[in-house]
Each structure stands twice: as C-alpha cells, then as structure tokens.
C-alpha cells in the first residue's frame, strides 16, 4: 500500500491535535503474519518488528543483536588507521598525553573510556573538560597551550572538528593533536592533523549515527589490533568491559538506537548490571534505583546527574567519576552530582515556566514564529539545553533558549523537531556572521551570539524555515503499532517487547492503543504528572500515567474526562514498587471514543 497511512480508530483530531494513523500498511501486515508464524511470536510483537523494517529471516538475530555480527570494520572510517597508529605509538613510548573533553555525558564517557584504556598500559592521562561558561564548547586556544605544556599528544573527544584554530594553538605549543568526534563539520578541518569523525564529508563509512564514545570504542579496537604481538607491553584490555560506559553515552546524546548502537545498549546494560564500574554503581546508588537499569536510567536518571556537573558545577566530575576505581571517590563525587542535580532541577523549573510564558505570548498572535528564541540574563547558561528542549515539546517547532552574560553576549542551545536539521541551519548563520560560532546536529545545536545581532538572528531563521516548520507539524501523525486491552498487557507481553528495543531516537518504542477503555480515575501527582487507571469493557484494570502533562493539553482532556469511555495510546512499561512488579502504561496521547 502507497499514499498515507490509514487512520487508526478514525481519530483524526486527538488532545494533542493529531491524527492517529496506522503503522504498518498492507504488505507489513502481512509480514507480521509470516513472523508471527515462523519464530512463534506474539501478534504484538511481530507487528512491532514489521513496522521497523525487519523481515522473517532477520527477526531472531534482531532481538538478540550482538556486537560480533554489527560491529563495523573501524578501518572504514576516514583517518582511524592514522589514528591507532599514533595512539599505539603513544603507548609504546610512553608518552604523556592528555585528553580534552566535552561537558556533556558522551564526551565524559569518551574521556573515561580513552583513560582507562591508557592506564592499562600505564599511562595516566590528564583529562580536561572546559568550563561551560566561561570557555564554552570545544577546545579554545588558552587551554590547549596549556595541556601541550604537559603532553605530546592531545586527544580530543566530542568535540574538535570545528576548532581549527585551538588546534593550531596546541600544535604550535608543541604538541600533536588527534580528533575523535562525531558532529557535523561547519568549515575547513584543523590543518595537519588526524580528524576522525564519521560525518565528514569524505567519509564513507556509513557510521554518522555513533556518538563520539562509538567513534573512541572503534579507535580503541583499531589500536589494540596494531597492539598485538607487542612483547614488552601487557595484553590487551577487554574492550567488552567498557560496554556500560558505550551504553551510557549512546543513549544520553539522543544518537539513533539502530544498527551497532543497539548492541552497544543491549550488552552493555546487561554489563552494567553487574555494576563493574565504580562510578556507574555509585551514581546508582545516590540516585536510589531500585530496578534493574534500563535505557530509561540512562537517559532520565543516570544522563541528567552526569551532566549536572557541567551545567552547574565542576564540569570534569562526570568524566573523574566514569574514570575512577576508587569507590570512595566515586561516591564522593556521586553525592554531589546527585545535589547538584536537585539545584539544577529547581533552576530548570523557574526558568522553564518563564520561558513558557513568552513563548504562549508569542504565540498567542497569529501562530507566533516557526522558530522560537527566546533569551535572558537571568538564565543559568548550564541550563539553555534543557529550556530549550521543554520549549520544543512545548511549542512543538524547534526553539532556542538563550542566557546572556553581562556584556551582552549569549549562550544558548536549541532543539529542533523530527524532519529539520538544525545543525545546518546553526552553521548558516554562522557563515552569514549573525553568530560568533555554533554547531551541532541535525536534532541540537549550540550557538553564541550578541544580543545587538538577535533581532537579525530571528530574521534569518524565519526566512530559513520558511513554512516548513508549520508544514511538518500539519503532517504529524501519532504511528500506532496495534491495539490491546488492560487484560493483554500482561509482564511476559512487556518482556518479549523488550526484546525489540532498545528503544528511542530512530527506533521508536511500540506505541499501543487501548480502544474503549473506562477512565475510572485521573489526578494530577507529583510536580505535574497525571496519574490515571484505565478498565476495560471486561472489567480488567491497568494503571498509566501521563508525565509533565498536568498543564497541557492532553492533562486537562484526562482530568476532565473522569468516568468517560475514551482511545488511550501509550507504551507499556514494568512498574517495580516494594518488591512487586506491575505493568504500566506510559500515556502519549488519548481521544474521545
């Protein structure tokens, strides 16, 4: 079947104002009936594994994906040969080298990741990771001056491959410098030097999906292999052992959970449950996770207190905490991260009902900007990432959200919907002089800007955007994978559906409809979530809830609708409390039945 999807439960206009339309078409169906019947599957399950292109043949290694079958050759990627043969050539003659971070949970985890890796060979690399506010993102000339000082080889990780000129400045300290990153290139690469980056434009690996941390693993294998049959240095370190930081960092920067990123999550939350690394488990443990860490810790829980450092605090501590063996220093620096996530929640909160404000202003004429911007100076600028980024759900268009300092020069962090690029966008207006610099992906970008040049900035991104923001929300369709009722979303449904995951960017979760279900009870809870339980027409329950919803539109259609017949859409999630284990659906959306 071509065309437009065919709508599920005819909903053509839900609380969030979308449709709600088939996933699978005609050929898919009949595809999740040859699954269903050659691996013995559920229905559910098969539709799921359909809906995302999987064949028969390929079902059963999909669900248990492995990294000896997806691991790509790292030789494929542009310059990684040269790459291992400087790292192997630094540890064999025992160079100082130091590695230069981003503040961010991937580039903490490449940091660590790269360090423990030299201090198996007996090399204690300084890590550096700049100060968000007051060096901003990437190398600057001042601190790479500062690490040739100390090293003959500085690595960078997550981030490098526009910083030409910080580079230089290390290079005519004295020191050689190696890339290791993943973001979009906006200009000339640095001049003589080694850039490994799967998004350069003469790069044919086909890896522009990893995180830095997939790009640092691959140099990592690379190095090990010109390693081999060294007598004088000690067997190589297993590289499997590093999967939980890969997890980790794979999940946290939002990059799509497909091909090998998914057996990076996959095995690598089965080796972090062994809790190995001293960090990892202590941070679990200041969190107080009392479940088995899922894909959801690392992003919602784990992710966020990683970053906290570097949003409100010492930026290096995710990377010393990811680094270390020692368990007294990592619960040390667990502890403070997990205070200084609770500041950062506070602030986050403050400013995000601030922004939220101007921007139902703006909006409140005529539809407002494609674009929003929004900016002050009494934002943190440790926190633009996140505003923007609520803003973004919020206004559902890309949004930028923006702290200006004293002398009127902002920081500030955007976010954009699916089907826009956004980095691309950033180094335009780089290009054009609206920015002092900028870069970042398709999904996010970082800008810094004067506040004399944002009137011009606004121009230039409603000029850019030109109708496609408003022509991509008016095509927003929520995809429905199947229907089932509160009786079938049973534990063993929810496992088995698990299997299929990770799920998350570019590997959507299965998103389930319960048609003609009793809302017998909805409340708000919490800071601003609705809590809610559903029955259907046979009188089984299941519990759900709807997460930073109370004050949007879909919170106020469930509180409204008490004792209402109404379509539920959602995931299905397990539920840990005292011991016990419940399902649970996560609400996405809901309509009138």
Same mark, same amino acid.
């Given at each position: 079947m071509?065309?437009?999807?065919?709508?599920?439960?005819?909903?053509?206009?839900?609380?969030?104002?979308?449709?709600?339309?088939?996933?699978?078409?005609?050929r898919?169906?009949?595809?999740?009936?040859?699954?269903?019947?050659?691996?013995?599957?559920?229905?559910?399950?098969?539709?799921? %594994?359909?809906?995302?292109g999987?064949?028969?043949d390929e &079902?059963?290694?999909?669900?248990?994906?492995?990294?000896?079958?997806?691991?790509?050759?790292?030789?494929t990627?542009?310059?990684?040969?040269?790459?291992?043969?400087?790292?192997?050539?630094?540890?064999?003659?025992?160079?100082?080298?130091?590695?230069?971070?981003?503040?961010?949970?991937?580039?903490?985890?490449?940091?660590?990741?790269?360090?423990?890796?030299?201090?198996?060979?007996?090399?204690?690399?300084?890590?550096?990771?700049?100060?968000?506010?007051?060096?901003?993102?990437?190398?600057?000339?001042?601190?790479m001056?500062?690490?040739?000082?100390?090293?003959?080889?500085?690595?960078?990780?997550?981030?490098?491959?526009?910083?030409?000129?910080a580079?230089?400045?290390?290079?005519?300290?004295?020191?050689?410098?190696l890339?290791?990153?993943?973001?979009?290139?906006?200009?000339?690469?640095?001049?003589?030097?080694?850039? $490994?980056?799967?998004?350069?434009?003469?790069?044919?690996?086909?890896?522009?999906?990893?995180?830095a941390?997939?790009?640092?693993?691959? &140099?990592?294998?690379? +190095?090990?292999?010109?390693?081999?049959?060294?007598?004088?240095?000690?067997a190589?370190?297993?590289l499997?052992?590093?999967l939980?930081?890969?997890?980790?960092?794979?999940v946290?920067?939002?990059?799509?959970?497909?091909?090998?990123?998914?057996?990076?999550?996959?095995?690598?939350l089965?080796?972090?449950?062994?809790?190995?690394?001293?960090?990892?488990?202590? /941070?679990?443990?200041a969190?107080?996770?009392?479940?088995?860490?899922?894909?959801?810790?690392?992003?919602?829980?784990?992710?966020?207190?990683?970053?906290?450092?570097?949003?409100?605090?010492?930026?290096?501590?995710?990377?010393?905490?990811?680094?270390?063996?020692?368990?007294?220093?990592? =619960?040390?620096i667990?502890?403070? /991260?997990?205070?200084l996530?609770?500041?950062?929640?506070? %602030?986050?909160?403050?400013?995000?009902?601030?922004?939220?404000?101007?921007a139902?202003?703006?909006?409140?004429?005529?539809?407002?900007?494609?674009?929003?911007?929004?900016?002050?100076p009494?934002?943190h600028?440790?926190?633009?990432?996140?505003?923007?980024?609520?803003?973004?759900?919020?206004?559902?268009?890309?949004?930028?959200?923006?702290?200006?300092?004293a002398?009127?020069?902002?920081?500030?962090?955007?976010?954009?919907?699916?089907?826009?690029d956004?980095?691309?966008?950033?180094?335009?207006?780089?290009?054009?002089?609206?920015?002092?610099?900028?870069?970042?992906?398709?999904?996010?970008?970082?800008?810094? $800007?004067?506040?004399?040049?944002?009137?011009?900035?606004?121009?230039?991104?409603?000029?850019?955007?030109?109708?496609q923001?408003f022509?991509?929300r008016?095509q927003e369709?929520?995809?429905i994978?199947?229907?089932?009722?509160?009786g079938?979303?049973?534990?063993?449904l929810?496992?088995?559906?698990?299997r299929?995951?990770?799920?998350?960017?570019?590997?959507?979760?299965?998103?389930?409809?319960?048609?003609?279900?009793v809302?017998?009870?909805?409340? =708000?809870?919490?800071?601003?979530? $609705?809590?809610?339980?559903l029955?259907?027409? +046979?009188?089984?329950?299941?519990?759900?809830i709807?997460?930073?919803?109370?004050? +949007?539109?879909?919170?106020?259609?469930?509180?409204?609708?008490?004792?209402?017949? $109404?379509?539920?859409?959602? +995931?299905?999630?397990?539920?840990?409390?005292?011991?016990?284990?419940?399902?649970?659906?996560r609400?996405?959306?809901?309509?009138?039945?």
């Amino acid at each position: 079947m071509s065309g437009e999807k065919r709508l599920f439960l005819d909903v053509g206009n839900s609380a969030t104002g979308r449709t709600w339309r088939h996933r699978l078409d005609v050929r898919q169906e009949q595809l999740a009936t040859a699954i269903a019947q050659e691996h013995g599957l559920p229905d559910i399950v098969s539709r799921v %594994l359909a809906g995302r292109g999987i064949v028969a043949d390929e &079902a059963e290694r999909f669900l248990d994906p492995t990294i000896r079958d997806l691991l790509p050759d790292p030789s494929t990627l542009t310059d990684m040969k040269a790459a291992a043969d400087r790292l192997a050539k630094a540890i064999c003659s025992r160079e100082r080298v130091a590695i230069f971070g981003d503040y961010d949970v991937d580039g903490a985890v490449s940091s660590a990741m790269l360090a423990r890796f030299l201090r198996h060979y007996g090399i204690e690399a300084r890590i550096y990771i700049p100060d968000r506010i007051f060096e901003g993102y990437g190398p600057n000339p001042d601190a790479m001056r500062e690490l040739a000082g100390g090293a003959s080889l500085i690595v960078t990780v997550d981030c490098g491959t526009n910083s030409a000129e910080a580079i230089a400045a290390g290079r005519n300290a004295g020191a050689e410098v190696l890339v290791l990153d993943h973001h979009q290139v906006g200009g000339s690469l640095p001049d003589r030097t080694i850039v $490994v980056n799967p998004n350069r434009e003469d790069d044919l690996s086909g890896q522009g999906h990893l995180c830095a941390a997939g790009v640092v693993f691959l &140099a990592l294998v690379e +190095t090990v292999r010109r390693l081999r049959g060294a007598s004088d240095l000690p067997a190589p370190p297993d590289l499997l052992k590093y999967l939980d930081l890969l997890a980790l960092a794979t999940v946290a920067d939002v990059v799509p959970l497909t091909g090998v990123n998914r057996a990076f999550v996959v095995k690598g939350l089965i080796a972090m449950r062994s809790m190995a690394n001293a960090g990892i488990a202590a /941070l679990v443990r200041a969190a107080r996770i009392g479940e088995p860490v899922a894909t959801f810790h690392l992003g919602f829980v784990l992710g966020p207190r990683i970053n906290a450092g570097g949003r409100i605090g010492d930026a290096a501590l995710g990377a010393r905490l990811l680094a270390t063996d020692d368990a007294g220093e990592a =619960q040390e620096i667990a502890e403070t /991260l997990e205070r200084l996530n609770a500041e950062r929640q506070a %602030l986050e909160q403050q400013m995000v009902d601030q922004a939220k404000a101007e921007a139902d202003a703006e909006m409140a004429a005529g539809g407002g900007p494609e674009i929003l911007v929004s900016g002050s100076p009494d934002w943190h600028p440790g926190i633009v990432g996140l505003i923007a980024s609520r803003l973004k759900d919020h206004a559902r268009r890309p949004a930028f959200a923006i702290a200006f300092n004293a002398n009127g020069i902002g920081t500030g962090s955007g976010r954009s919907i699916a089907g826009f690029d956004l980095g691309r966008l950033v180094n335009a207006a780089v290009e054009k002089g609206l920015l002092i610099k900028g870069g970042g992906h398709a999904m996010a970008a970082g800008i810094t $800007v004067e506040k004399g040049k944002l009137g011009a900035l606004r121009g230039f991104f409603d000029e850019m955007a030109a109708g496609q923001i408003f022509a991509l929300r008016d095509q927003e369709s929520v995809l429905i994978d199947a229907a089932l009722s509160a009786g079938g979303a049973t534990i063993e449904l929810v496992e088995t559906l698990e299997r299929a995951g990770p799920f998350g960017a570019g590997h959507a979760p299965p998103l389930l409809v319960l048609p003609r279900h009793v809302l017998s009870d909805a409340r =708000q809870v919490g800071t601003n979530h $609705v809590r809610a339980e559903l029955r259907s027409e +046979t009188g089984q329950r299941i519990s759900a809830i709807a997460f930073r919803a109370a004050d +949007t539109d879909l919170g106020r259609f469930l509180l409204d609708r008490r004792g209402q017949t $109404v379509h539920v859409a959602g +995931t299905l999630g397990i539920n840990h409390w005292n011991g016990n284990r419940t399902v649970q659906l996560r609400i996405v959306d809901a309509a009138a039945a």
